[in-house]
């Protein structure tokens, strides 16, 4: 029931935008954060936004570049992916749960499907 959209090919340097969508209302009253998975590798967290005061949680090596964000009039979480890095090329996961160790995966009750990006040199 969430919907991860937005992914695609990009070259170093450049950005997308992310989109999770929620069609059954998982987002009221949960955190929301973006994991990744990248091949041979285990699934990381990268950035959560909690619902009551959107307060924002970003790992280091994606803090400065990447920016989350929620619009719970339309049911959507965003994650801005700039100045992009192979390294980041990976699956992005959207999650959504109510526990407070925003950083593990067990923490989310409900999980988007993925989206690929691939960042090229």
């Known amino acids: 029931q969430l919907q991860a959209s937005g992914g695609g090919l990009v070259q170093a340097g450049g950005s997308l935008k992310l989109s999770c969508t929620d069609s059954?209302?998982?987002?009221?009253?949960?955190?929301v954060a973006w994991f990744r998975q990248a091949p041979g590798k285990e699934r990381e967290f990268v950035a959560a936004?909690?619902?009551?005061?959107?307060?924002?949680r970003y790992a280091n090596s994606v803090r400065g570049r990447f920016t989350i964000s929620r619009d719970n009039a339309k049911n959507t979480v965003y994650l801005q992916l700039n100045s992009l890095t192979p390294g980041d090329t990976a699956v992005y996961y959207c999650?959504?749960?109510?526990?407070?160790?925003?950083?593990?995966?067990?923490?989310?009750?409900?999980w988007g499907q993925g989206t690929q990006v691939t960042v090229s040199s």
């Open positions: 999650a959504a749960g109510g526990g407070e160790s925003y950083w593990r995966t067990n923490t989310y009750d409900y």
């Open positions: 936004i909690r619902w009551s005061d959107r307060n924002t």
């Open positions: 059954k209302r998982a987002f009221t009253n949960r955190g």
